[in-house]
Every structure is written in C-alpha cells, then in structure tokens.
C-alpha cells in the first residue's frame, strides 16, 4: 500500500535532517509537545492515563458461523458458566428430491466433523434436539440471506426433543465407520423419533421438497441444546461447514439397492449460535458492578461474553504531530502460569474503535491495512498476537494520525476476543491503573508547524 502524500513528504525532509530525542512530557499539552523554536523534532511519550472497563459483549452475529461450538464452561469463580447451544438449520440434498416409494430409512443422524476441544476434556456432556417450530412467526426466515441473527435470539420450538445423546465425551475420537467406510471423526447425534422419520420420508413427495424455501417451512430446523450445563467444563468446536460430513445424514436401502446415504447440508444462513452467560457469584459480574472505569483489570472471553472498553482522553489534545509509530499494548495478569493448561488464554486479540452512536466497535485503519485477520502481505504490522511475555500489542499509528487529522472523534476503543462470536478462550488483562501490568500507550511523533 503507497504511503500517502504527507507521509512521503514528510519521510523526504527527515532523511536530510531529523533530530530524535526522547521524553516523557505530557501529551495532553499540545502546544509543548517540541519547543517553538524547532521545526521539526522527534519526541516519544507513554504517559497517556487510559480508563479502562469490562462491558458485556451485545449484539453479536452469529450467523454463517464456520465453527461453531456446543457445550459449557461451568462454575468458574472468575468466568462464572456460559452455554453454548446450536440452531442448526438443513437445505434439501436437491430442488425436487424424492424417495423411492420402496425407500426404507435405517438410521438418521445429526453430524459435524470434530474440529477442538477447550476446557477439562474428562467432563461429558448431554444433549437433546428439539425441532423448531416452522409454523411460528418468529421461525428462522431467512431465504434472501439479508436477515442478522445474534447470540441472544431465542426461536420457538416443538413441545418435545425428538432425539437425546447422553455422555457424551469432550474427548474426540478416532474415525467412525458408516456402511463399511471410515468416515472422519465427528459427532454423531442419532434421531430414532418414528414420526420425525416418517415426515421426512412422507414429505419428499410432496411440494414440500420443491424447494429450500419450501423445505424450511415445514422443516425449519432443530435446536440442539446441551441439558448439564453445571457439570460440563469444556466447549466441543465443530465444523458446520463441511460439505461431505456437516448435516443430517440418512441412511436408506430400496428394493433395488443397499447402503444409500443421503445428506441434508448444513444452512449456514439460517444456523444461529446460542449463548447464555451467568456471572452470578463470579469476578465479571463484580468488576462490571462496581466498575468505576478507572479498573485495574479487564476481562475478556470468547462466545459473545465480555470484552474490556477504553477511553484515553489525551488523545484529543494532539494537535500538529505526525505520528511516526503508535502501540497499545495490554498484558495478560496471570502470566506465565496460564500458558497452558486446560483454560488457555487466546493466540490473539482484537482492537476497534467504538462507536457511540451505535455501541459496536468498528474496524481501525492499521487492522484493515495490515492483519493477519485480512491476510495481507503486512499481517504482522496490525499485532495483536500474543507475546512471549504474555502481552498483546497493536500498532494504531494509522487510525490514530486519522483522529488527529479530524477523520475520527476521540470515543475510545474495544479490546475483544478475535472471532468472538465463534471462540471460547478467555484472559484478564491489566487495566489502566494496574500497578506492575496496566496497559501502556506509547506514541512516538514529530511536531509540525
């Protein structure tokens, strides 16, 4: 990416002449940021005061989600419980399908192909799967592929499951074997439900297999819901994109042939992740209750639960600079003891800049001009990987050169998790008045007159 005109000029000037000191003067004065009688001096400053905060993780998409995850994170005297159930909804194997009228359905199962584990994988957990309720107003609807489902949405459901599997165990397993065939090692919920059978057998030869649309008005889907949230202490990651493996699979014979298999693919567009957090007793809901926004720890989790939000007013009284290098950088509070182990903290976080009118964070300028999250060439300029130190890093040098020009008004930033709605690690970071591990703003710039 070309560097803009000011920067060009500006990086001309400097390789005849620059001067760098170093300093540690406050930057909320900006008329002293370099002495009136220099036109061009290199200065540096960490000397910020950032407030920062944990907020609930709101209005989250979890539509189209690649890997989805199923389970719970229970009891935990710091993270408190959190959920993770699946509205998983099927397209038609093809418009117009229909059964043989000599086709015998032997086994129907709900499968997606193992991906992970987080968590104490010696825990088990059980699960049922209720149909949702296609004649409800509130149904999944979603065939133009325009409408946004969030981690909170609740759709209605049938009176009764329709098939339950019980212990079942966090840690994933070889291969199975289907008809004879190794097929690769997934989780496997079988549905014995005679009438739920019968409806897709009966339905082919009706209109209702004319179409997804049709297919999804009759059938609109199932819930699987996880039924031990307090004894279950890992999430399963799983693949909802897996065209050979992801979906309900059933298996047939006809009068003339044996061994048929048969796959309603997973919907993406109308598959919704489900989340529910209780805090009640844990060191989220107190840090959020009594937060003064001034807090020495922040706290953030995957699968839409918190995320910490900053504020750093001395920003708002840069004036004339240029920003030669600007990071943010926050440090994990129990490094190194959580290196590893069962609740390891994430690879990477993410940084954007809040919103008021909207309370969402949005993309910085560095994020999308270089990341590993966009995969360009320059993916390790935005940071936000973690440390061998335990610290994460950003360069907002881009974002912030913005603000000051007058691009973007100083309201703060989202510290998160990195595809939050989807991963379920969790770390406590410093804050901004931490004693040995507050997060530190360090802006290195040249004053222009």
């Keep these: 990416m070309k560097l803009s005109n ?32 220099d036109n061009l001096i290199g200065s540096q400053t960490d000397s910020f005061h950032i407030y920062a905060k944990t907020v609930y993780h709101d209005s989250l998409p979890t539509i189209n989600l690649a890997t989805p995850v199923l389970g719970a994170l229970s009891n935990n005297p710091v993270y408190g419980t959190s959920v993770a159930t699946l509205y998983a909804q099927f397209n038609l194997p093809e418009n117009q399908f229909s059964f043989d009228s000599t086709s015998v359905i032997d086994s129907v199962f709900i499968c997606f192909p193992y991906l992970g584990t987080y968590g104490d994988t010696l825990t088990k957990m059980n699960l049922s799967v209720t149909m949702l309720d296609a004649g409800s107003a509130n149904r999944i609807n979603n065939e133009s592929n325009t409408v946004v489902y969030y981690a909170n949405d609740v ?44 409806m897709l057998k009966n339905q082919s030869s009706s209109g209702a297999y004319a179409d997804n649309p049709s297919f999804h008005s009759f059938f609109n889907g199932v819930y699987i819901n996880v039924t031990t949230p307090s004894t279950t202490n890992a999430l399963m990651q799983i693949a909802a994109n897996d065209a050979a493996n992801s979906g309900l699979k059933v298996y047939y014979h006809t009068s003339s042939a044996d061994s048929l298999t048969l796959l309603y693919g997973i919907n993406a567009n109308g598959t919704v992740s489900h989340y529910t957090h209780n805090y009640i007793g844990s060191k989220i809901l107190q840090a959020i209750n009594t937060s003064t926004g001034n807090d020495s720890l922040v706290y953030v989790t995957g699968c839409a639960g918190v995320k910490g939000k900053l504020t750093i007013p001395g920003l708002s009284k840069l004036k004339n600079i240029i920003i030669n290098s600007a990071t943010l950088t926050f440090k994990d509070i129990n490094y190194p003891k959580d290196t590893t182990g069962l609740f ?106």
Aim: hydrophobic share 35%; glycine share 8%.
């Design 6 to 37: 000011w920067k060009n000029s500006f990086l001309g000037l400097a390789s005849a002449l620059f001067l760098f000191t170093a300093c540690n003067q406050n930057p909320y004065l900006a008329t002293h940021l370099a002495p009136s009688t």
């Design 155 to 198: 759709f209605p459901l049938k009176s009764t499951p329709i098939a339950y599997l019980n212990n079942v165990s966090m840690k994933l397993k070889d291969s199975v074997v289907a008809y004879g065939v190794k097929e690769t090692p997934q989780l496997r919920i079988p549905i014995k439900n005679n009438s739920f059978i019968q």
């Design 344 to 449: 390891g903290p994430p690879t990477n976080l993410l940084l954007t800049r809040y919103d008021s009118s909207s309370n969402l964070g949005y993309a910085i300028d560095d994020l999308i001009e270089g990341s590993p999250i966009y995969g360009l060439a320059s993916s390790s300029y935005y940071g936000g990987i973690r440390g061998t130190d335990g610290s994460y890093t950003f360069n907002i040098a881009r974002y912030l050169q913005k603000l000051i020009n007058g691009t973007y008004s100083n309201k703060g930033f989202f510290v998160e998790m990195y595809n939050a709605a989807q991963r379920p690690y969790q770390v406590v970071l410093g804050g901004g008045n931490n004693f040995s591990k507050k997060i530190k703003l360090k802006i290195v710039y040249t004053k222009i007159h």
